[in-house]
């Protein structure tokens, strides 16, 4: 796969100067603008010794800034290795440390966090209202067209770290344009016609590469926004006809509360993608009269982000199905030998395709045990049926072995999800002096909810030893990371001792 993003900017700069390329909250720059504002940051790199497989690091909330200051360093050749900006600067100094950037870029918001960092000169950071706002107006030269190695990096996107510190996945040209042209031949998307509608952090790969970088590639309008407003989402979505809409479940919950929803007019939005939790099929029900399809996805950050999608024809009949893969990624579900399940038998998911990472930054052990035999080991549980369809089940480490059985939470969470008044839920493993492990569901819900009304819906609709012993029954919103799953990384640390301190339910 040959170009990069920094290509597709120059190309729609010249062919179509006058199309909007990025919508801020009403902000908008054209093609030919960010061409110019991105020109403007990489000739300031260069001034600054910034060069080819040198870091940039940006840290800060959406904004056009962002963006221009992203583009800029793929411009000069250096790797863009954005940072989550709820860090605090213990978190922060640990990326720093790993990516060893050149540059930070930031916002006033983040300066203080960063500057604590950068005490010791590591680094130099660059704040947004001094160093990149004051460049949009471009002026500066056009960068020089590189030609880099496609196989070489482009960007390093931490993953949340539900499972331990954060670790670099790297993205190069070639996989960010290869599921990229993937995913467009998946969708038949036409250039120029696709207008994302974006409400996650661009720090992430849904940020950076399928905000970003799909705009670009495809010669879109990003519909960017600065965070997740249910009522402005579902605003932008209808006058602004954004096409394209992705995220877990939560951000489609929360758009259908909206009271302008029930008479929306969604006909246009013809990619809705829902994934990265379970998906309760109710929420299928809720968007369709919208004339919007929902269709579960299934992916990892290591994967592209995206691995496979369930697609249109596929889509009313087998909702809790996330597809065959696509047009060149390929899915395994595999036992603990490596081996090939049967159909309907339940074992590890395992990914190839364009958009597979080569590793992860400089973490040799953790690339070697996920790279395995050219196959991606996402470390999740799934069943493939007699067609190929793939059933996501959860995470291996996340299932709890009770008595030697094992129960998946995702299962328990999406029955307890379908009781009227549940707003959201998680389910973890308690310790059990009899099974070893027992489920506990941490259950946000509106008044009236109980434990016990909670244990009697699960009674009716799950085998006795997946129904939850413990249940706590709270009225705040659960722990979420930037990309809007639930983190349980947090869930598990408040509630390790769940067994001393909460009564038994049954």
């Known amino acids: 796969m040959s170009g990069t993003v920094v290509d597709a900017l120059v190309h729609f700069a010249r062919v ?6 990025v919508d801020f909250a009403g902000d908008t720059v054209t093609y030919a603008q960010l061409d110019a504002w991105a020109d403007a940051v990489a000739d300031d790199l260069l001034a600054r010794g910034v060069r080819a497989g040198r870091r940039v690091s940006v840290l800060g909330g959406n904004s056009l800034e962002w963006c221009a200051a992203a583009l800029g360093a793929f411009k000069v050749g250096a790797i863009v290795a954005p940072f989550n900006h709820r860090m605090v600067p213990r978190e922060l100094a640990e990326l720093v440390a790993d990516c060893e950037p050149a540059v930070v870029y930031c916002d ?81 998307v036409t250039p120029g ?8 952090p661009l720090f992430t790969a849904g940020g950076l590469v399928w905000g970003v970088c799909r705009t670009i590639h495809g010669g ?87 691995a496979t999608v369930t697609v249109n024809a596929d889509a009313p009949g087998h909702p809790e199905k996330c597809g065959r893969g696509t047009v060149f990624t390929r899915i395994r579900v595999v036992d603990s030998d490596g081996v090939d399940c049967p159909a309907g038998t339940p074992g590890e998911i395992m990914l190839r395709g364009p958009g597979m990472t080569p590793g992860y930054w400089r973490n040799e052990e953790a ?34 072995i009770s008595g030697g059985l094992n129960i998946s939470p995702a299962e328990i969470e999406t029955v307890i999800s379908g009781l009227d ?8 493993a308690a310790a059990d002096e009899k099974f070893g492990q027992t489920p506990a569901a941490i259950v946000v819900a509106r008044d009236g909810v109980t434990a016990e009304a909670i244990v009697a819906h699960c009674t009716e609709r799950l085998a006795d030893y997946k ?40």
């Not at 179509?16 to 390329?21: G, N, W």
């Not at 302008?260 to 006909?267: G, T």
């Open 16 to 21: 179509a100067p006058d199309r909007v390329a």
């Open 367 to 400: 690339t070697a045990s996920t790279l395995v035999d050219g196959w991606l080991r996402t470390g999740d549980l799934g069943v493939l049926d007699d067609t190929g369809r793939l059933t996501y089940v959860d995470r291996i480490k996340e299932l709890i």
């Open 108 to 188: 006033a918001a983040s300066r203080p966090r960063i500057d604590e960092v950068a005490a010791d000169g590591r680094f130099s950071v660059l704040a947004f209202a001094e160093t990149v706002t004051p460049l949009r107006a471009g002026g500066r030269p056009p960068a020089a067209r590189l030609s880099p190695d496609l196989a070489s990096p482009t960007a390093i996107v931490f993953t949340s770290g539900t499972t331990g510190r954060p670790k670099g996945v790297i993205f190069t040209h070639a996989s960010i344009a290869g599921v990229m042209h993937d995913w467009m031949l998946m969708e038949s």
């Open 220 to 306: 879109g309008t990003l519909l960017l926004q600065p965070g997740f407003d249910p009522a402005e989402a579902l605003r932008v979505l209808v006058e602004e006809k954004a096409d394209t809409f992705t995220g877990p479940p939560i951000l489609f919950e929360q758009i259908a509360k909206v009271p302008d929803f029930a008479d929306a007019d969604l006909s246009h939005v013809t990619t809705a993608h829902v994934g990265g939790a379970p998906v309760p099929v109710a929420l299928f029900e809720q968007w369709r009269p919208r004339g919007v399809l929902l269709r579960q996805l299934y992916g990892q950050t290591e994967i592209g982000g995206s």
């Open 421 to 428: 008044g549940v707003i959201e839920v998680a389910v973890l």
């Open 467 to 506: 129904v939850p012993r413990y249940v706590v029954v709270s009225t705040e919103p659960l722990p979420r990371m930037a990309s809007g799953k639930i983190d349980k990384h947090v869930l598990r640390a408040e509630h390790a001792d769940i067994a001393d301190t909460h009564e038994r339910v049954r």
């Open 193 to 200: 016609r696709l207008r994302p509608l974006l409400v996650l």
